[in-house]
């Protein structure tokens, strides 16, 4: 596997930029995913790695090389697309052997073989290899066309929201097993997601985008406690940020320029002090609960135990855990001051 990199890549579709001067460094062996709604630019951003689309402005790099005028066939890259794109008629064998019969690989049916047979077991599909792609589930077709892109063993792997047509506990288990052969292989990946948990799941690192522009890119739990903007804030956690005027919950000691508080829904307290609110609605998820709160007029969600004995209506006490808070100014951007974070949410 190799490292790969975008140098102030500027991409224009007429007069809309869909990538604007993104600078992104990804290293061997790491696992990158680029995050955010429709129309933030994750795919064409993908695409420029690819050699699908090439930039008006800057350089794509794979393994030290400058690749930008390069076609996609030059640049030893792997592309799992959203839809499965296997042959319907061909068997899982002959799917996941295609990439290895290509001229220029010259490899003995042997090898092809022995290769296709270490995939498939990698992946858990090894007693399909004798059936049809029109023959397999969602997730099995999934897994054939991730692996034809493992079977070339490429510098790079580019995935496009390979999961996101299948159900909920499917693409639970397929998150876990790519975790899991991208850690055996130590292999470098792009991955493109709208899907927050997806992201914080996977990714060694997270590049947030908006309209074109990277606004920040680190660590999951970096950007989660130490998010850039309100915009980076509200990509990462479910329900998102609370996002309130200052002296709201009687938080105090505001760093000078705040003017948007920022409190995650684990952090804000109950019956420990504070400020009147009330109950609005309580969600319980089995694991967790999640109460909505009428804090003077703002709606504030608080994350709980599962056993909580809350109730709908319910007058309540809500605060904040010291030290919690995240302050934003009038840019939307964080301002330096309290930044700690715990485990935890808490009831008391």
């Known amino acids: 596997m190799a490292e790969a990199a975008l140098r102030k890549v500027t991409k224009r579709f007429g007069e809309t930029v869909a990538v604007s001067d993104v600078s992104l460094e990804v ?17 064409t951003t993908l695409r420029l790695f690819a050699g699908l689309e090439h930039p008006e402005e800057g350089q794509v ?8 005028q390069l076609a996609p066939a030059q640049r030893d890259i792997a592309f799992v697309f959203q839809q499965y794109s296997l042959y319907p008629h061909y068997t899982v064998f002959e799917n996941l052997a295609f990439p290895l019969k290509a001229p220029g690989r010259r490899l003995s049916s042997a090898a092809i073989k022995k290769r296709v047979t270490e995939i498939a077991e990698m992946l858990r599909i090894e007693s399909k290899l004798k059936n049809r792609a029109t ?10 066309s991730i692996g034809r892109a493992l079977v070339r063993e490429p510098s790079l792997f580019l995935m496009d929201e390979p999961l996101s047509s299948l159900d909920a506990k499917l693409r639970e288990d397929l998150r876990v097993e790519l975790k899991r ?8 990946i792009v991955y493109v ?6 992201a914080m799941t996977l990714a060694d690192r997270i590049g947030v985008l908006a309209e074109g522009e990277l ?13 850039a903007n309100i915009y980076a ?21 505001a760093p000078d320029g705040a003017k948007t508080i920022g409190v995650r829904p684990e952090d804000v307290v109950i019956n420990g002090g504070g400020v009147g609110a009330k109950v609005l609605t309580i969600e319980h998820l089995g694991v967790e609960s999640i109460a909505l709160l009428d804090v003077a007029g703002s709606q504030v969600h608080a994350l709980l135990g599962a056993r909580t004995r809350l ?16 302050f934003f100014d009038r840019s939307e951007r964080r301002l330096d001051g309290a930044a700690r974070r715990g485990d935890a949410a808490h009831e008391d």
């Open 181 to 188: 052969i991208q850690r055996e292989l130590g292999a470098t």
């Open 27 to 43: 290293s061997d062996g790491e696992f990158v995913v680029l995050l955010g709604p429709t129309g933030a630019g994750k795919t």
């Open 193 to 198: 997601t709208h899907d927050q948990l997806e």
């Open 215 to 227: 606004v920040q890119v680190d660590a999951p739990r970096e950007i989660y406690e130490r998010p």
């Open 233 to 253: 804030a509200q990509r990462l956690g479910s329900p998102q940020i609370n996002l309130l005027e200052l002296g709201a919950l009687a938080i105090q000691d």
């Open 61 to 68: 790099e794979i393994a030290g090389h400058d690749v930008t």
């Open 311 to 326: 109730r709908e209506g319910e007058e309540v006490m809500a605060s904040v855990r010291p030290g919690a808070e995240l």
């Open 135 to 144: 023959e397999l589930s969602g997730g099995e077709m999934q897994r054939v």
